[in-house]
Each structure stands twice: as structure tokens, then as C-alpha cells.
Nanobody, 126 residues
Framework: QVRVVESGGGLVQAGGSLRLSCAASGRTFSRYGMGWFRQAPGKEREFVAAIVWSGGVAYYADSVKGRFTISRDNAKNTVILQMNSLKPEDTAVYYC???????????????????WGQGTQVTVSS
């Protein structure tokens, strides 16, 4: 079993920054990816960013490119999502998830992820 815990959400004004952390613990495999998704009220869950743990290849949704950065801290087994230039439309519950990779990494498909955190609220005021 894998436990995934997010932290770092909060309330910020438009143009501000927030840093989200995601810690995964428990069973591990040799190759996996960690992704961030978000879900606003009345909307579907959408992909934000993802990273392959070994190698550090990162992927971003077009809506956050140039503003968000995903990175990993190997020593702490933690993934960081640095969010800058936040906009009101970034308001959502942000979820972190782990996908074990055998073959391709379906980083945008939330149905492919195996373990999820409980989510953390991000609110951007205008």
C-alpha cells in the first residue's frame, strides 16, 4: 500500500505564489510517475503537471506552462509543485497521485493513477 499526502494549499491573491508538496510512502517500484491534478466545483478533474521519478522528465498542461514548475526531492521522496503568477481560474482542489509505470506513462489520464492523496484547497482571489 502507498500513502500519498499533499500539503501547502491556501488562499492567495491573483499574481501570487503557492508551493504544494506531495509525500509518498510505503510500497515502491523501480519506475513510477507522480502527477498533480485539480478539480474545481462542477468541473471534471484535470491534469496539471507530472514527473517521472527516475530521470525527472516533466509534463505540463498548456494552461500552467511557464507559471508552474514540478520538481522532486529524492531524499524526502517528495514532489513539489511551485505555482507562480496564480490566476482566479487556478482555484480548485489539487490532488497528487502515483502511477506505477510498466511501458508507457499515461501522465494525463487520471484513471491510470494507482494511489491518490486527499487533496488540498487552493483559492486565488481577484
Amino acid at each position: 500500500q502507498v500513502r500519498v499526502v499533499e500539503s501547502g494549499g491556501g488562499l492567495v491573491q491573483a499574481g501570487g505564489s503557492l508551493r504544494l508538496s506531495c509525500a509518498a510512502s510505503g510500497r515502491t517500484f523501480s519506475r513510477y510517475g507522480m502527477g498533480w491534478f485539480r478539480q474545481a466545483p462542477g468541473k471534471e478533474r484535470e491534469f496539471v503537471a507530472a514527473i517521472v521519478w527516475s530521470g525527472g522528465v516533466a509534463y505540463y498542461a498548456d494552461s500552467v506552462k511557464g507559471r508552474f514548475t514540478i520538481s522532486r526531492d529524492n531524499a524526502k521522496n517528495t514532489v513539489i509543485l511551485q505555482m507562480n503568477s496564480l490566476k482566479p481560474e487556478d482555484t480548485a482542489v489539487y490532488y497528487c497521485a502515483v502511477q506505477y509505470i510498466s511501458g508507457s506513462y499515461y501522465y494525463q489520464d487520471y484513471l491510470r493513477y494507482d494511489y491518490w492523496g486527499q487533496g488540498t484547497q487552493v483559492t486565488v482571489s481577484s
